[in-house]
T-cell receptor
Framework: DTEVTQTPKHLVMGMTNKKSLKCEQHMGHRAMYWYKQKAKKPPELMFVYSYEKLSINESVPSRFSPECPNSSLLNLHLHALQPEDSALYLC??????????FGSGTRLTVV | TQLLEQSPQFLSIQEGENLTVYCNSSSVFSSLQWYRQEPGEGPVLLVTVVTGGEVKKLKRLTFQFGDARKDSSLHITAAQPGDTGLYLC?????????????FGKGTKLSVIP
């Protein structure tokens, strides 16, 4: 299995909702990442998990809360988002600095 | 923050023409990667270059890593409409006990039949 699977593919949520994005990989990669990508912009790093520990938080607002339950799973919990948080959220995994693999993303719309 | 300057940002060419995309930084990277991304999809890795001066070929695509590992280029020979897409360079560097991947702004390529 050489894929990163993200669910859901599309999500529409209100500003008072709580939702979660899920990411799964079975390549044995020990680093997992969340990126945010706005239209016509490159992906921007949000969080890095290394060996299931949060190692990097790129000054992301607390309404985004990551979780790494085990080495194969990565979640992003969303609460009280703003319309400007609408974007494509990408999950990726890698083994050390190699083998980066991205999921297809979750298209999030906040209304 | 490690910055990557990618140019040009937009490129529209006729089928059969050649093109080159550049990626430059003031930082030294552990490795540099090139991705292609289709609308609404995640980036797909094309190649990773690791050694200064390295050249890799992928059919009509040629990737070079600068001797100092601060810059890279992507050259496409005889572009086809199927090459249309967003091309992203990304640098890998280590820090804070993990590896980070930082993207350039991307080059949106349109190949006109």
């Amino acid at each position: 299995d050489t894929e990163v699977t993200q669910t859901p593919k599309h999500l529409v949520m209100g500003m008072t909702n709580k939702k979660s994005l899920k990411c799964e990989q079975h390549m044995g990669h020990r680093a997992m990442y969340w990126y945010k990508q706005k239209a016509k912009k490159p992906p921007e790093l949000m969080f890095v998990y290394s060996y299931e520990k949060l190692s990097i938080n790129e000054s992301v607002p607390s309404r985004f809360s990551p979780e790494c339950p085990n080495s194969s799973l990565l979640n992003l919990h969303l609460h009280a988002l703003q319309p400007e948080d609408s974007a494509l959220y990408l999950c990726a995994s890698s083994q050390e600095g190699y083998g980066y693999t991205f999921g297809s993303g979750t298209r999030l719309t906040v209304v | 923050t490690q910055l990557l300057e990618q140019s040009p940002q937009f490129l529209s060419i006729q089928e059969g023409e050649n093109l080159t995309v550049y990626c430059n930084s003031s930082s030294v990277f552990s490795s540099l990667q090139w991705y292609r991304q289709e609308p609404g999809e995640g980036p797909v890795l094309l190649v990773t270059v690791v050694t200064g001066g390295e050249v890799k070929k992928l059919k009509r695509l040629t990737f070079q890593f600068g001797d100092a590992r601060k810059d890279s280029s992507l050259h496409i020979t005889a572009a086809q409409p199927g090459d249309t897409g967003l091309y992203l360079c990304a640098g890998v560097f280590s820090g804070a006990g993990s590896y980070q991947l930082t993207f350039g702004k991307g080059t949106k390529l349109s190949v006109i039949p």
